[in-house]
Structure formats: C-alpha cells, structure tokens
DNA sequence: ACTTCATATGACCGTCAAGGCATATGGCGG
DNA sequence: CCGCCATATGCCTTGACGGTCATATGAAGT
C-alpha cells in the first residue's frame, strides 16, 4: 500500500536516493553503488518511493532505469505553502526592528 | 535527543498541531481539544517538536503557550529548492509539447 | 501548608519499519 | 534449454515510536 509522502521523506536512505536522481535517472545498480547499501535494501525504498509516486521505473534490457517524479515533492512544497507566510512576518519584523535602529 | 526535521514532520499529529500554531499561538489544553488526542500524548509530540525546533514555549501562569518557529520548515524548503528546477524543467518541456501541436 | 489546575514524565505494551540473508523472478547470451 | 546477470521479494530479528495509564512537577489560590 502507498506511504504518505512525508513519512517516505523520513527516511534519510530514501532522500538520498532522490538526491541522486535528480539529475540524471540511474540503474539500481548504480544507486546500489552511490549509497554503499546492499542491493535488496536500495530495491526496497525503490518500492516504497514508486508506490508513493516520487519515481516512475522503465525496464532497458536487463536492468531497471529509474527516475524522478516531481509530483509528490511539488504536494510537500504546496503543504509549505501556507507557512511561508510566517518567514515574511519575521522578515517584516526583522525589517522593522532594523528601520527603528537605523534612525 | 534532537530529531530530524523530516522524521518530526512524518508524524501527522505533529503536522496537525503546525497546522493549529499557524495562525495563533495555543495553550497545551487548547491544542489538546482541537485535536481529539490525550493531553500526554500531545505533551510528548511537543516535546519532539520543541526539540527540533518547531516551536518555542512561553510560560504564561500555569499554562505553556507554545508557538510556532520557522526556522526548521525554511530548512525543509530549502531542501525542496534544487528539485524546483524539476518542475520548472517539466513545465517547459509541456510548453514545448503544447507550442509544436500548435503549429 | 494544602488543594487544585495545567502540563510533563515514566513505565509498559503493541506495532511497524529497516536491514541482512537467502531465494525467487525474469531477460539475455551461449 | 541452461546458466548468468540484474533486480525483486520473503522471512526474521531488532530497534524506534506512539498510545495509554499512572504519577510527578510546579505555579496559584485559599
């Protein structure tokens, strides 16, 4: 079954993994190699990663390619969203603390 | 111990309680009856909370006000910043897509 | 000082997820 | 058709986490 998105992001291996695929798509193999993780772990967080819709697998001859899908990380930026007015209140508040010294 | 921010953010009593600090700071009791969960429990996922630093907590009588700190959310959102680019790549990619049926 | 209210902490329990190992699948070359 | 390579899956053990209940702390009021 699919895993909410911020408890897949829990999981420090798995942010890794997206690490390395955001630029370019990889083999397991290759993420196997990247990580220092043994090969059924990183086979692992893969399940758990495309269940959950952060990457999308193509199969190329023997291996596995895998690569990113931004979908569920713009849902985590769209939950931010409502907070990101806070950063501009302490802004602000920073600004006018700042102004009153200044004078 | 201090824990991750990603970790704190899985659990989504923890995210309810952000959600419930967003807008004004809250007492433990107050919290405890907008969410439908025991007072201990809500007492430990402050803790958590406070030791990430997601929130601060003010002493006011016999109450705990606790508000919220942005500091670790604008740390997640900075995370997020270099996959950006992905959506921004993507989009452009559409626009591509979208610009060549035109013709 | 004693009680009361608001909150924190501790002990205990059930659950769940991660890692390691062994093994299954599945495409490919000989 | 058989063995090999790349990857996936199952089983098992272990450690972390959340919930509940009971209890400790600590400030206020009488």
Not at 17 to 34: C, F, H, K, T, W
Not at 37 to 61: E, I, M, Y
Request: glycine share 6%.
């Amino acid at each position: 079954m699919s895993t909410d998105a911020f408890t897949v992001l829990a999981e420090p291996t798995r942010r890794r993994i997206l690490d390395q695929l955001r630029d370019a798509e990889r083999s397991v193999g290759e993420l196997v190699d990247g990580l220092g993780v043994s090969q059924p772990a990183v086979s692992k967080h893969l399940r758990v990663l495309r269940d959950a819709g952060f990457v999308t697998c193509r199969t190329a001859a023997r291996q596995r390619i895998y690569r990113l899908d931004p979908g569920p990380l713009r849902a985590v930026d769209g939950w931010l969203d409502p907070y990101r007015r806070l950063w501009a209140r302490h802004l602000d508040a920073l600004e006018r603390h700042l102004d009153s010294q200044e004078q």
